[in-house]
T-cell receptor
Framework: GQQVMQIPQYQHVQEGEDFTTYCNSSTTLSNIQWYKQRPGGHPVFLIQLVKSGEVKKQKRLTFQFGEAKKNSSLHITATQTTDVGTYFCAGPIGNDYKLSFGAGTTVTVRA | DTEVTQTPKHLVMGMTNKKSLKCEQHMGHRAMYWYKQKAKKPPELMFVYSYEKLSINESVPSRFSPECPNSSLLNLHLHALQPEDSALYLC????????????FGPGTRLTVT
């Protein structure tokens, strides 16, 4: 079963506003990865976080890995229409390090 | 080159047909994956190849048969599929099979009639 949980499932955002999506694991993760899938597209790797408490930024996107390495967040500031899509977090789990994907947060933007 | 290519883009097949999906990468990655993705769901792992050997089979029905002819190519052979197998089939690759980031191809949109 799914071991990486992600909320919210849907995020409807007014253009220019900020939002955050959250990811939680039942176990400690060696790393957390974030992917973006545009409508009709395929998942595209955004970033990987490895260290406890790590924070990384990509323009308007801020990614954070929790101190216990069990949770992560993606914060987007000043949302634009180009941010539309589904954002997945994913973490390697188990002895064979299979990537477990969260359910995804689907973002729509009101102009 | 960070591209994973997949053919065909779209495939419609009957339940008695045999078809194959193809995937190729030239990034020197030694792990390759097949995922199945249904609408509004995350990718669901099917198979993992590591150094051209099958390392993970997620209890996938035998009507799906993977093949890795060499380190750059991955095939998925389809036979006697069911309508519920209709989905987006994604190929991905990573440097190694342990917790590395994965690069996905554009997928094959499969419809089983």
């Amino acid at each position: 079963g799914q071991q990486v949980m992600q909320i919210p499932q849907y995020q409807h955002v007014q253009e220019g506003e900020d939002f955050t999506t959250y990811c939680n694991s039942s176990t400690t993760l060696s790393n957390i990865q974030w992917y973006k899938q545009r409508p009709g597209g395929h998942p595209v790797f955004l970033i990987q976080l490895v260290k406890s408490g790590e924070v990384k930024k990509q323009k308007r996107l801020t990614f954070q890995f929790g101190e216990a390495k069990k949770n992560s967040s993606l914060h987007i500031t000043a949302t634009q229409t180009t941010d539309v899509g589904t954002y997945f977090c994913a973490g390697p789990i188990g002895n064979d390090y299979k990537l477990s994907f969260g359910a995804g947060t689907t973002v729509t933007v009101r102009a | 080159d960070t591209e994973v290519t997949q053919t065909p883009k779209h495939l419609v097949m009957g339940m008695t047909n045999k078809k194959s999906l193809k995937c190729e990468q030239h990034m020197g990655h030694r792990a390759m994956y097949w995922y199945k993705q249904k609408a509004k769901k995350p990718p669901e792992l099917m198979f993992v190849y590591s150094y051209e050997k099958l390392s993970i089979n997620e209890s996938v029905p035998s009507r799906f048969s993977p093949e890795c002819p060499n380190s750059s190519l991955l095939n998925l052979h389809l036979h006697a599929l069911q309508p519920e197998d209709s989905a987006l089939y994604l190929c991905a690759s990573s440097l190694r099979d342990r917790a590395y980031e994965q690069y996905f191809g554009p997928g094959t949109r499969l419809t089983v009639t």
